[in-house]
């Protein structure tokens, strides 16, 4: 069935350092992948996504890549700050008329001052 | 424009009672999801409405169920709580555009059932 494996779970950080976190979906008609961002308390917020017809993507200190034959995508912060301590989930989509999100189970990063 | 807001933000049930939870969309915007996250599960979805209609559904049992207004206000109903539907739900909406594929979320309802 549909799935989506997200590593790691826990990553820890120094400030200034980067972080990398991995997707793996298991449909190959998924053709969106979404990052997500959520604070204590609060909704998830879009923080960058990617359709399948581009390889990578970036905005300003965060970049997504995604290969669609290993159906891999991973999302890359550089130049990390506390405020980006969260959760951030991966999401992979299909393209049929729904708007169904698979989310990955989530990686609780935390940026050490 | 005002984000997607959800009430009542906090909610505690018992056993056996029923729910229902509410989900105004972003101006516009003509598709809601609701998802269920807890902390074993993460994030599951649950059911998507598009033009009052129910276009995908979960796997979860038919004590969840939901609809949507003409005006695509959503609500989402669970009876006969058990203690496992302790969760935050979500609601999500989306333009209901071609090609507008991102979904925005709002802050939640916290059910805990005792």
């Known amino acids: 069935g549909e799935n989506v494996e997200q590593h790691p779970s826990t990553l820890s950080v120094q400030e200034g350092d980067s972080a990398v976190i991995k997707c793996t979906y298991s449909?190959?008609?998924?053709?969106?992948f979404p990052w997500y961002k959520q604070e204590l308390g609060k909704g998830p917020q879009l923080i960058i996504d990617?359709?399948?017809?581009?390889g990578e993507k970036k905005d300003q200190r965060i970049a997504v890549t995604l290969n669609k034959t290993a159906k891999h995508f991973s999302l890359h912060i550089t130049e990390t700050q506390p405020e980006d301590s969260a959760v951030y989930f991966c999401?992979?989509?299909?393209?049929?008329?729904?708007?169904?999100?698979?989310f990955g189970t989530g990686t609780r990063l935390k940026v050490l001052a | 424009k005002a984000g997607v807001t959800q009430t009542p933000r906090y909610l505690i049930k018992t056993r056996g009672q029923q729910v229902t939870l509410s989900c105004s969309p972003i101006?516009?915007?003509?598709?809601v999801s609701w998802y269920q996250q807890t902390p074993g599960q993460g994030l599951q979805f649950l059911f998507e409405?598009?033009?009052?209609?129910?276009?995908n559904k979960g796997n979860f049992p038919g004590r969840f169920s939901g609809r949507q207004f003409s005006n695509s206000r959503s609500e989402m109903n669970v009876s006969t709580l058990e203690l496992g539907d302790s969760a935050l739900y979500l609601c999500?909406?989306?333009?209901?555009?071609?090609?507008?594929?991102?979904?925005?979320f709002g802050p939640g309802t916290r059910l805990l059932v005792l």
């Open positions: 990617i359709r399948s017809n581009v």
């Open positions: 101006s516009g915007h003509r598709s």
């Open positions: 449909d190959s008609a998924s053709n969106y």
């Open positions: 999401a992979a989509s299909i393209a049929s008329g729904t708007y169904k999100y698979i």
């Open positions: 999500a909406s989306n333009p209901g555009t071609s090609g507008a594929r991102t979904q925005y």
């Open positions: 409405y598009f033009s009052e209609t129910q276009r």
